[in-house]
């Protein structure tokens, strides 16, 4: 129901954007977020979207660099990351998620629906 696209190896300093289309169900009403994971380590929060856009939050690690941006289509919604100014640090898969409260949701337990994943390889 949720598949992200557009993950690829990119050099430092450079952009990539992310897409996850969500079908299947109404998703529109969903606060929808990105989280990534490196190799041993556990879901880390990236950014959030309220449903109408209005709130989005982002971890310190990514403000200023990153963006998050939904299209709340008739069927599908479709939910962005625009990365900028990218770091070796940012090197891990990327996931979509949603989850059918609002408020700032940062855990990843806390989400119901998972894509599932997209890789991002940043070289130095």
């Known amino acids: 129901q949720l598949q992200a696209s557009g993950g690829g190896l990119v050099q430092a300093g450079g952009s990539l954007r992310l897409s996850c289309a969500a079908s299947?169900?109404?998703?529109?009403?969903?606060?929808m977020a990105w989280f990534r994971q490196s190799p041993g380590k556990e879901h880390e929060f990236v950014a959030l979207?309220?449903?109408?856009?209005?709130?989005?939050?982002?971890a310190d690690s990514v403000k200023g660099r990153f963006t998050i941006s939904r299209d709340n289509a008739d069927n599908t919604v479709y939910l962005y990351l625009q990365m900028n100014s990218l770091q070796p640090e940012d090197t891990a898969v990327y996931y979509c998620?949603?989850?059918?409260?609002?408020?700032?949701?940062?855990?990843?337990?806390?989400?119901?629906?998972w894509g599932q994943g997209t890789l991002v390889t940043v070289s130095s």
């Open positions: 299947g169900r109404t998703f529109r009403s969903y606060t």
């Open positions: 998620a949603a989850r059918a409260g609002s408020g700032l949701a940062l855990r990843s337990y806390e989400y119901d629906f």
């Open positions: 979207i309220s449903w109408n856009s209005g709130t989005t939050y982002y």
